[in-house]
C-alpha cells in the first residue's frame, strides 16, 4: 500500500558530493518522521539523519557538517544531500518513513525503502 523509491545513489570520488531522494507513494493519509539509514558491509544498520514533519532534524555524529537532510511534505519526499564523502561514508543507504494510511487511520507504521548504493573512492 506504502512504497518508498530511492534514487541518487552512486559512485563519487572523496570530497564529492551526492544527493539522495525518496518519494512515497500509496495510500497515504500523512507522515510524521522520515529518515535515511545505512548499512556498511559487515556492520550494523544505522542512523544518519531524520527529519519530522515539522522540520526538525537530527544526525549522527559522523556526518553532522557534512550531510543535510530536507523534505518537501506536499511531494512526500525526503532528501539527503551529501557533502565532504569519505570512504567509511560507503554503504547501502536506505530511507525510513512512519506512514498513516487512509485505510488505517490512526496507525504509524515504519516503512522502508529497497536501499541505494553510495560508494566512495579514496
Known amino acids: 500500500q506504502v512504497q518508498l523509491v530511492e534514487s541518487g545513489g552512486g559512485l563519487v570520488q572523496a570530497g564529492g558530493s551526492l544527493r539522495l531522494s525518496c518519494a512515497a507513494s500509496g495510500s497515504i493519509f500523512s507522515i510524521s518522521n522520515m529518515g535515511w539509514y545505512r548499512q556498511a558491509p559487515g556492520k550494523q544498520r544505522e542512523l544518519v539523519a531524520a527529519?519530522?514533519?515539522?522540520?526538525?532534524?537530527n544526525y549522527a555524529d559522523s556526518v553532522k557538517g557534512r550531510f543535510t537532510i530536507s523534505r518537501d511534505n506536499a511531494k512526500n519526499t525526503v532528501y539527503l544531500q551529501m557533502n565532504s564523502l569519505k570512504p567509511e561514508d560507503t554503504a547501502v543507504y536506505y530511507c525510513?518513513?512512519?506512514?498513516?494510511?487512509?485505510?488505517?487511520?490512526?496507525?504509524?507504521?515504519?516503512?522502508w525503502g529497497q536501499g541505494t548504493q553510495v560508494t566512495v573512492s579514496s
Open positions: 525510513n518513513a512512519y506512514v498513516t494510511t487512509t485505510q488505517a487511520m490512526g496507525v504509524i507504521r515504519s516503512h
Open positions: 527529519i519530522t514533519s515539522g522540520g526538525s532534524t
